[in-house]
């Protein structure tokens, strides 16, 4: 049964009013301004720490042994969960998010690190697929658990739920992760000496270049007008620290955080390309879909996280089936291409969605779209790792998923201003007697309460409208995806696991050329 809730019980959140709402000690806006929940500071915050982090990460692991890193990534993510959960202000729920954020940064990039040094080459991309797959279910899961929690119990729960988890996979990975052969780039003897090895200067202007970048937006159009001098200043700020972090990577070569070489080689600047897209593209789609079951299809939230399943599914048996696929014949390009056809033919379908739109159409639109992502998202990874020497293996992964977060993090705040403008438009030219900010501050399911039986059928086609469009915009992302498939070279991962077996078989001297050697004055 569900449990009533007190105030201090009531989720922290933001607004998408332009005026905020101040949040102090036990005060939480009200659930009628959550229209957009991971466009609030709380998301902003935990993108922050992940995508800035993320790059030093793959640094560090480049030097230091990997299974102490990760589980300093685990336990950090789990007291950022603790703090979250057990937050009694906003100030601390901040800082929960952001040690969270840092301690899924860490484990991110081990993952990656641990595949290369544990699995051989020619059947790494059946575990990457794998892991595409588990992180397509948990993307459906965990918002359906985190609904129920918040109904049902209280919100604290989407969060002391990790928990367990954490745990579970601390011991896991402390009794059954041993790397005791992987091979480490030499560090520096002096304490001084290790800290220039990560590039200090470097990162110091990279973080406060994604902070600003993704604080612009998450901020821009929701809690200030994009020409807000606030937003301004930080987009400037974002280009002044982004290019003196590009000039210190080109000045620091080799010693860079991600040496210039790397991101030059033209297959891993197409698998970036295509990451960025990609990502950004699974996002929208993965956060918009719920809203239009829920807004127009009338569903609640546990419901539409159900109805998301054709996506989801598609995504697990594409990336799995790639995956097998890959380590069969050796080649990852021809899913690249298939993957960058299937998405924006996907992503146009569901653009025309309707209110009256049957079952048969919107699980078809996302079995295309999903088998699309799947095909498509692990495939950047299969490049670090057939493209790269063993040293830039965790900077080059660490680059890639720093790449596909940061499409995500650009592109739903952007999907999320789109959705905005165009459903505040919709109404106040079709529904003159209701303020368009009120429905814009309903929840999805809350639309039937706002507007009288007469003009109903108006809002739900207004909002479904404004949610088309975003697809639109899910589209052109998909689409843009082709430049990064048309590039990358077409490379056999067969060929390289072979050359790598052969580099590391050891050299048998031929005994007649020894005593010939010997013979020879």
Known sequence: MSQPTSEDEKPPTATTESSVVKMETHEYPSNQMRIVIMGSLYLAIFLVTLCSFQLLMGKVYKYYPTKPLLLGGIVLFEVGSAVCGAAPSSKAFIVGRAVAGLGASGMFSGIMVVLFHTIPLQQRPIYQGLFGAVFAI?????????????????????????????????????????????????????????VQQLD??????????????????????????????????????????????????????????????????????????????????????????????????GVDAINSGLMLLPTILSVVVSSMSSGFAISKIGYYTPFFIISSVMMPIGGGLLSTL???????????????????????????????????????????????????????????????????SHLVSKVASNIPDIDPSEVANAGATDLKTLVSAGDLKTLLSDYNDAIMVVFYLVAGTSAATVFGSALVEWRSLKARAKSDQAAARPVQADPDAKQEAVAEP
């Not at 367990?164 to 780039?185: D, F, R, Y």
């Not at 033209?266 to 897209?277: D, E, K, N, P, T």
Request: glycine share 10%; proline share 6%; net charge positive.
């Open 138 to 194: 948990a993307s459906v899961v965990g918002p359906v658990v985190g609904g129920t929690f918040t109904d049902k119990v209280t919100w604290r729960w989407c969060f002391y739920i990790n928990l367990p988890i954490g745990a579970v996979s601390l011991i896991v990975t402390t009794l059954i992760l041993h790397m005791p052969n992987q091979k480490l780039e030499p560090r520096a003897t002096t304490f001084l000496g290790k």
């Open 200 to 297: 200090p200067i470097g990162n110091l202007a990279f973080f406060p270049g994604i902070i600003c970048l993704i604080l612009a937006l998450q901020w821009g159009g929701t809690k200030y007008a994009w020409d807000n001098g606030r937003i301004i200043a930080l987009f400037i700020i974002c280009g002044v620290f982004v290019s003196i972090f590009i000039g210190i990577q080109i000045w620091k070569g080799e010693a860079a955080t991600v040496p210039p070489r790397i991101v030059k080689q033209r297959s891993i600047a197409a698998s970036l390309w295509f990451g960025f897209w990609n990502g950004a593209s699974m996002m929208v789609v993965t956060y918009y879909l719920p809203i239009w079951f829920q807004a127009i299809k």
């Open 354 to 420: 309707t209110p009256e739109t049957g079952h048969s159409k919107w699980i078809g639109y996302q079995i295309i779209f999903g088998l699309g992502l799947g095909f498509g998202s692990q495939q950047p990874l299969n490049v670090i790792q057939t493209v790269l020497d063993r040293p830039d293996i965790a900077v080059g992964s660490a680059l890639v998923m720093f790449i596909r977060f940061l499409g995500s993090s650009i592109f739903l705040p952007v999907a999320q201003n789109i959705f905005l």
